[in-house]
């Protein structure tokens, strides 16, 4: 894993991203700004009515909704599709960002965290004065939910295994197992996009989803076929997807993860069932920081540099 980051980041400036919304088909505009130290990642709702702002945490304790993506919300004001946007804010090491939408949904861009990856970049990160706080798992917490599964167990590092297995034989059985950094996760899972069944179209716009849908933000999987002209990014984008979703589920639990989990038949449902699981067994994880380097000409050394060692647990 190659040690553990000591200092908490943010974002050097702003950057904003345009696009659909996956589901409602609304035009969002999303701006990611700087925030200070210890505040996590909050997203701020504009026009959300009566030409107020609501203020909501990126926290699983907020967490509305985990049909077909996960929606977080305050007080009757929710943002839909939050997954890839916490993805890649997570991946890329930004603790502490202040997210400003002006709509109900993160735009779906196309249907992967590429564009949140591009706006990180375009406006950079910045250390903070303030230590990185990390849930560390050291037992494992198990939930099932018919045939579906997740665990989280102890593990030295951040690492996902993810199992998917569905009737349709272009997708099948796929699995897909990683450490989580940033090199790994800009390579091998920030442009696998969502995906869905011609079939289930239909059914999906009467129940008010997949509106803004198309071939240019999903991988669209006919009878026989994938329908998209230009193909699939990877031979098992569909699992690789599942994993940036897990990604982006669990940067819900309000600091990094220490430890791994693993899914088999997953998504946003059970992977938040399994992080209020652990986070509600107290016995089942500890919050721990990587020393601080004082040292006068060490403050800006990366993260790699940071020591591994872990000073005394705080709870």
Request: net charge negative; glycine share 10%.
């Amino acid at each position: 894993m190659g040690g553990h980051r000591a200092r908490q980041s943010t974002l050097r400036r702003r950057a904003t991203v345009s696009g659909i919304g996956v589901h409602s088909g609304l035009e969002v505009s999303v701006t990611l700004h700087p925030a200070e130290a210890d505040t996590g990642v909050t997203f701020v709702r504009t026009n959300a009515g009566e030409g107020r702002d609501c203020e909501i945490p990126a926290n699983y304790r907020h967490v509305h909704a985990t049909d077909l993506c996960t929606a977080v919300g305050m007080e009757g004001i929710t943002v839909a599709t939050v997954e890839h946007l916490m993805a890649a804010l997570s991946a890329l090491d930004i603790d502490n960002a202040m997210v400003e939408i002006d709509g109900p949904e993160v735009p779906v861009m196309d249907g992967s965290a590429g564009a949140f990856i591009e706006a990180v970049d375009h406006a950079g990160t910045a250390g903070l004065d303030a230590p990185v706080r990390y849930i560390k798992v050291i037992k494992p917490v198990r939930i099932q939910m018919g045939e579906s599964f997740a665990e989280f167990v102890p593990y030295d590092g951040r690492r996902i295994e993810v199992e998917i297995d569905f009737a349709n034989p272009l997708v099948g059985r796929q699995k897909f197992s990683t450490d989580i950094d940033q090199a790994i996760f800009r390579r091998d899972i920030s442009r696998a996009r969502t995906f869905g069944f011609l079939a289930d179209v239909e059914q999906l716009l009467a129940r008010g989803f997949a509106r803004g849908a198309s071939l240019e933000n999903a991988v669209v999987i006919g009878e026989d076929r994938v329908i998209n002209p230009e193909g699939l990014r990877f031979s098992d984008e569909f699992v690789r997807h599942k994993v940036l979703d897990a990604v982006g589920d669990l940067a819900l639990a309000g600091a990094p993860i220490l430890g791994c989990y693993r899914s088999y038949r997953g998504g946003h449902k059970l992977n938040f069932k399994a992080l209020e699981a652990l986070l509600a067994d107290r016995t089942a994880w500890k919050t721990v920081e990587a020393p601080m380097r004082r040292e006068v000409g060490h403050a800006d050394l990366p993260a790699a540099a940071a020591a591994v060692a872990f000073g005394p647990d705080a709870s």
